[in-house]
């Protein structure tokens, strides 16, 4: 298989490093803009050949992973579709779905996809062979997808060490705006209000549930605006469970708060 990744950063060249270490596959290319970022991913060994020319890039794959922030990926689609042959597969790994499948060229070879794996580092620096090992891999195929590609995606990301997972488009969006999208915004939000003066005394805490402020607001940029509604809606709830808690802690009710814990627990 000769397989041909656009965009080399944390999911692109942790799919190039495993695909190099763990599967079958004779050629992984790279494909990308930045010269630079090539010759890191080559250097870290997630790539065999680099190309900043897509055309020249995706002749002869088999497979292209689309690896760029989700609207990115919908931009390129046409030029993708065109520059393939009939029988390649073409897959993505962003964080939403809905859009990308409904922007999708028709025919029976796309099949959007996302491993939910990840972290709030970014770029080919971060990049890990085993950046997959148990985790989900939701494939979410559009109405004209053929079994067979949606096979084909399986298998590879069985091959990386994750476990795949088909759902349509519109429950994925939904379930990971709860289970991701919000904890992002909420990290984000739990930094930015904290006052300065009080960081001195942040400890391992603190630390924890802010990890994912670190994360590229490009890529966010990318995903709230292509899940928005759900996003918001999720917000929305997490505001009622805030006001519900503050409403306890003002009234001085501490079985209302116990309870809000209880429950929290229950689902974690």
Same mark, same amino acid.
């Not at 060994?45 to 897509?54: I, R």
């Not at 088999?62 to 579709?81: E, F, H, K, M, N």
């Not at 794996?117 to 939701?138: K, N, Q």
């Given at each position: 298989m000769?397989?041909?990744?656009v /965009?080399?950063?944390?999911?692109g060249?942790?799919v190039g490093?495993a ?9 992984v290319?790279g494909?990308g803009?930045?010269?630079d970022a090539l ?5 870290? /060994?997630?790539l065999d ?8 890039g ?5 497979l292209?992973?689309l690896?760029?922030?989700?609207r ?8 993708v ?8 597969v ?9 859009e990308?499948v ?9 099949v959007g ?5 990840g972290?709030?580092r ?5 990049a890990s ?12 195929? *559009? *109405?004209a997808?053929a079994t ?10 069985? /091959?990386?060490g994750?476990?795949?997972v088909?759902?349509?488009a ?13 904890p992002?915004?909420?990290a984000?939000?739990l930094?930015a209000?904290?006052?300065v003066?009080a ?7 603190f630390?924890?549930?802010?990890r994912l402020?670190?994360?590229s607001p490009e890529?966010w940029?990318d ?5 928005r509604?759900?996003?918001?809606a999720?917000i ?12 306890a802690i003002a009234?001085?009710d ?5 309870a809000i ?5 229950a689902?974690?």
């Amino acid at each position: 298989m000769r397989a041909a990744i656009v /965009g080399v950063g944390l999911i692109g060249g942790s799919v190039g490093l495993a695909l190099r270490a763990r599967s079958g596959c004779s050629r992984v290319v790279g494909v990308g803009r930045s010269p630079d970022a090539l010759e890191a991913a080559l250097r870290r /060994g997630a790539l065999d050949e680099a190309a900043t020319d897509l055309a020249a890039g995706l002749r002869g794959a088999d497979l292209v992973v689309l690896a760029a922030p989700v609207r990115a990926c919908i931009g390129l689609l046409p030029a993708v579709a065109a520059a393939v042959g009939p029988d390649a597969v073409i897959t993505d790994v962003a964080s939403t779905k809905a859009e990308i499948v409904a922007a999708a060229p028709p025919g029976p070879a796309f099949v959007g996809g996302h491993p939910l794996a990840g972290s709030e580092r970014s770029g080919i620096e971060a990049a890990s062979a085993d950046l997959f090992e148990g985790a989900t891999w939701v494939l979410t195929p *559009g *109405g004209a997808t053929a079994t067979w590609a949606v096979e084909r995606v399986a298998a590879l990301a069985a /091959g990386l060490g994750a476990r795949p997972v088909v759902m349509d488009a519109a429950t994925h969006d939904r379930r990971v705006a709860a289970v991701s999208h919000l904890p992002q915004a909420v990290a984000v939000a739990l930094a930015a209000a904290v006052p300065v003066e009080a960081l001195p005394l942040a400890a391992r805490g603190f630390r924890d549930t802010t990890r994912l402020a670190d994360s590229s607001p490009e890529v966010w940029n990318d995903v709230f605006a292509t899940n928005r509604d759900n996003v918001v809606a999720m917000i929305a709830a997490m505001e009622d469970v805030l006001g519900e808690l503050r409403a306890a802690i003002a009234g001085g009710d501490e079985a209302a708060v116990a309870a809000i814990f209880v429950r929290a627990a229950a689902r974690r």
